[in-house]
């Protein structure tokens, strides 16, 4: 018998203290100062005066984020948009710091370049947790949880892309760049801020052993259908029965760039919905008959819709057909998650297919397909969503709620640090 979670309701609980109020306040107002000083240009004197006008304005918004929800409707929406803000424009506050300071020093040896980045990167982790401490972990709403996580990722990983601009590629080692031009980087920050917030709401991290109900044979079928489907995706013509069957192995992008671009969506866009998403919807759920089930396919379904911004980048219809094949996929991994009750799956299986079709193809972006690429693509879908649906029907199922029960714990546990209030 499952155990099922108690769901708290308690908004005017405040764990902020101090520490984190003043440190986050500090923190963004200097940050906003120096960087708005750094432009000043020839007029160094206005540059330094309109930083520190804003900063102050900054500061006094840092502030009222840091304090408890107000009960008026109109106050709470202006509350809500300043978390949102700050969530992600705090990140890039730290990023175009990183920059500054780099710029500032102009390195010039390689060796030394590389310590100094290196050393700036690990206090960027540390100037990352007082977001995770007072815009995250205060938050009590399900649904609230879930918007500012999915906010937060285009702050955090996209924040760490321009850490490198207008840096020497000759003085900087290509490694780092691509670890920072591809958003790796970022990814690894939001697992960090993640984790703490989730660590701070109450929920277990993410389950890493094989679920002892899982089947073998079971597990064999849904590995030979997504060894097919990883191959066909990366090597299959598409446009014909044959290109189902018959594949033209060819990589044109084998480099650290193609591995690290796989990565970084392996690792944190399944942080993000098969840990910290799939698990705030299995705990909304939880008196539903369908919390399984409607899970998946609110994560999935959210996991593609996602992706309507690579619009801006690439053509509308090539987006869509992204959209669709990115919820199909998502349902499959969530339910393999929840099979296998193993993370490391969902992680293996995203990277490994983003980092074979970004070989094959020699780029990230989606181009339009043919009709005849179209047809016989959700073709192939529609045999991952027969897998996703028979996964999730029947002794397959049932297994799953040992690893639900991982996920969410059967009581919402508190976790007390030296810094949070209890």
């Not at 499952?2 to 984190?20: K, L, R």
């Not at 697992?191 to 109450?202: F, K």
Request: hydrophobic fraction near 55%; glycine fraction near 8%.
């Amino acid at each position: 018998m499952t155990v099922q979670p108690v769901i708290t309701t308690n908004h005017s609980a405040n764990p902020i203290t101090p520490f984190w109020r003043w440190w986050f306040v500090l923190q963004g107002g200097l940050f906003t100062w120096l960087s708005l000083a750094a432009l000043g240009g020839k007029d160094r004197l206005l540059g330094v005066a309109a930083g520190l006008a804003v900063a102050l304005i900054e500061s006094l918004l840092l502030y009222v984020t840091t304090r408890t929800t107000p009960h008026n409707i109109i106050l709470r929406l202006l509350y809500a948009a300043n978390i949102l803000l700050q969530i992600y424009t705090v990140p890039f506050l730290i990023a175009n710091m990183t920059n500054v300071v780099l710029r500032w020093l102009d390195l010039r040896n390689s060796l030394v370049a590389t310590i100094v980045l290196a050393g700036l990167l690990a206090l960027g982790a540390v100037l990352h947790i007082p977001c995770a401490m007072v815009l995250l972990a205060p938050l009590r709403s399900l649904w609230t949880r879930g918007i500012v996580a999915i906010v937060s990722f285009d702050g955090v990983v996209g924040a760490s892309t321009g850490i490198t601009d207008h840096l020497s590629k000759a003085v900087y080692p290509a490694v780092w760049r691509q670890l920072l031009d591809t958003g790796l980087y970022g990814a690894l920050l939001l697992v960090l801020v993640g984790a703490i917030a989730m660590y701070q709401w109450g929920y277990r991290g993410p389950s890493w052993r094989f679920n002892p109900q899982a089947q073998w044979w079971v597990l064999t079928i849904a590995a030979v259908v997504i060894l097919y489907f990883i191959g066909q995706n990366s090597f299959g013509g598409g446009d014909s029965f044959k290109g189902l069957v018959v594949w033209q192995f060819q990589l044109k992008a084998v480099n650290f760039t193609s591995i690290a671009e796989g990565l970084r969506a392996g690792i944190a866009e399944e942080w993000l919905y098969r840990y910290i998403v799939l698990a705030l919807l299995l705990h909304g759920l939880h008196d539903s008959r369908w919390q399984i089930g409607g899970s998946v396919f609110l994560c999935g379904f959210l996991f593609g819709v996602w992706h309507l911004d690579n619009a801006s980048v690439q053509p509308l219809l090539a987006t869509l057909d992204q959209v669709q094949f990115a919820i199909i996929t998502g349902w499959l991994i969530a339910a393999l998650y929840l099979y296998t009750g193993s993370f490391i799956v969902p992680v293996a299986f995203h990277a490994g297919l983003d980092i074979l079709a970004i070989m094959a193809s020699g780029t990230t972006l989606s181009s339009t397909p043919t009709f005849n690429q179209y047809l016989w693509g959700t073709i192939v879908e529609l045999t991952l969503v027969l897998l996703t649906v028979w996964l999730l029907t029947g002794r397959r199922k049932d297994a799953m709620t040992w690893t639900v029960d991982n996920i969410v714990p059967g009581n919402t546990l508190h976790f007390s640090t030296p810094f949070i209030q209890a």
